[in-house]
C-alpha cells in the first residue's frame, strides 16, 4: 500500500523572494522595494506558515547593533502577531566585490576570515530568530579560471570552513544544524558543489558529519540537466535532506527561478510525489521570483499561485494512488520482484516486458486532468 500523504504541509517562502524587484543582468527594477517586516506580515497573510531569509533581506550591511536588535525584536513581533516562523537563515554574501573570488575558497586569507565572519554574524541572526537551520549557498565559492587554484585546495578551504562554523553552533549552544545548497554554476562559471551527490559526498569530509544536511533547489537540478526527484531521493535516502527549494526551471539554462508549476510539470509532480510518500516533515519552501511583468499587488498572487500549484499536484498524486488502473500496473510490477519459485523457469530471450509505456500515458492523463 502507498504511504498517506502528509497530514499537515507547512508553505515557506524566501524573504528575497517577495522582495525581488524585477532587476536582472539586463535591466533596471521594475517594482518599488518591500520592506522585509512587511514581507513577513504579507507572506503569513497569503498562506505561508513559514519564512527563510538572508540576514541581509532584514539587517542591511553595516547597521548598528542597535538596529540590528530594533529589527529582529519587529521582526519577532510580527511573528508572534501572526504565527508565521523562521525556519531558515543564510547570507547573501555573494552580491557583495570583496567577494568577488568567492567567501571561503578566495584565494585572499583576509577574505575568508571576513566570510566566517559574516557567516557567524548571521548564525546569530537565525538564532535569535528562532532559526533551526543555516543554509550556506556559496554562490561565489566557484571558479572561472581553473589555473587560479586547485579544485582540491578549494575543497579544503570548505571543509576548514564548515568544520570552524559548525564548532562556533556549537560554541554558542544554539539548536541550529548546517545545510549546503548545492548548485552547477552561476553567478560563477562553475561552482564547487555543483549537485546532491557533491554534496554528500562532501559532507561525509567533515569532523562532524552529523550536523550538516543539505538543501536541494530543483532549478539548480534541472540547470545541470539532471532528474530533480533523483537528486531529493538521493538525499532522503542519506537522511539528509533538511530543505527543499521548489522553484521551475527550462533544463540547461541560466538560474531562471520561475514560479512553481510554470514549467517542467512532469518533473514537479514527481517531486510532490516522493515528498509525500515518503512524508517528508519540512516545510515546501518556494525560492522562486515574481515575473518582471508583475507588479506590486501581483506578487500576493504569486505566494498563492506557488502554493496553489503544490497543492494541485500534491491531488495529482493521490489520484494517482486510487487510479485502478495505475495500481494495477504497479502491482504487476511489483510482482516479478519477488524472488523466483524453485519451479520458475529463468526469463529468455528480450526478458520479461512491463507496461512502462500504458503507466508513463496514465501519468500523462492524469495531470492533464482526463482521468
Not at 519540512?282 to 515575473?291: C, E, K, L, M, S
Request: glycine share 8%; charged share 25%; aromatic share 8%.
Amino acid at each position: 500500500m502507498p504511504k498517506r500523504e502528509t497530514a499537515t504541509r507547512v508553505y515557506s517562502f524566501g524573504l528575497w523572494t517577495v522582495m525581488n524587484r524585477g532587476a536582472d543582468p539586463f535591466g533596471a527594477a521594475t517594482r518599488a522595494a518591500l520592506d522585509p517586516l512587511e514581507a513577513i506580515s504579507g507572506l503569513a497573510a497569503h498562506g505561508a506558515a513559514a519564512f527563510e531569509l538572508h540576514a541581509e533581506d532584514l539587517i542591511p550591511p553595516g547597521s548598528s547593533t542597535v538596529e540590528r536588535d530594533r529589527l529582529i525584536a519587529e521582526a519577532r513581533r510580527r511573528m508572534t502577531d501572526t504565527g508565521i516562523v523562521c525556519d531558515a537563515c543564510g547570507s547573501s554574501m555573494f552580491t557583495e566585490p570583496v567577494f568577488k573570488d568567492g567567501g571561503m575558497v578566495s584565494n585572499e586569507a583576509r577574505v575568508r576570515r571576513m566570510a566566517l565572519a559574516r557567516y557567524e554574524a548571521a548564525i546569530d541572526v537565525g538564532h535569535l530568530l528562532d532559526a533551526p537551520l543555516f543554509n550556506i549557498w556559496g554562490g561565489r565559492d566557484g571558479a572561472e579560471v581553473d589555473a587560479s587554484r586547485s579544485p582540491v585546495d578549494a575543497l579544503k578551504r570548505l571543509r576548514d570552513g564548515f568544520n570552524e562554523l559548525d564548532a562556533y553552533i556549537t560554541r554558542q549552544r544554539y539548536p541550529m544544524r548546517l545545510s549546503i545548497e548545492p548548485k552547477p554554476n552561476e553567478p560563477r562559471g562553475d561552482l564547487y558543489i555543483s549537485t546532491a551527490g557533491h554534496a554528500l559526498g562532501f559532507i561525509a569530509t567533515l569532523e562532524h558529519p552529523e550536523h550538516v544536511g543539505v538543501v536541494l533547489e530543483f532549478a539548480h537540478a534541472a540547470m545541470a540537466g539532471l532528474n530533480p526527484a533523483h537528486e531529493v531521493a538521493h538525499a532522503l535516502y542519506a537522511g539528509k535532506l533538511d530543505g527543499i527549494h521548489l522553484n521551475a526551471q527550462r533544463p540547461l539554462r541560466f538560474d531562471q527561478d520561475l514560479r512553481f508549476g510554470g514549467a517542467n510539470l512532469k518533473d514537479s509532480f514527481f517531486v510532490v510525489k516522493l515528498l509525500e510518500e515518503e512524508r517528508w516533515p519540512g516545510p515546501r519552501t518556494f525560492d522562486a521570483h515574481p515575473y518582471r511583468t508583475t507588479d506590486e499587488e501581483g506578487i500576493w498572487g504569486f505566494v498563492e499561485g506557488c502554493i496553489r500549484a503544490y497543492e494541485i499536484l500534491a491531488e495529482k498524486v493521490r489520484q494517482f494512488h486510487e487510479d485502478a488502473e495505475v495500481q494495477q500496473l504497479l502491482a504487476e510490477i511489483k510482482r516479478w520482484a519477488a524472488p523466483p519459485q524453485s519451479d520458475e523457469r529463468p526469463a529468455t530471450g528480450p526478458g520479461r516486458i512491463f507496461a512502462y509505456e500504458r503507466l508513463d500515458h496514465l501519468v500523462f492523463e492524469i495531470l492533464m486532468g482526463t482521468r
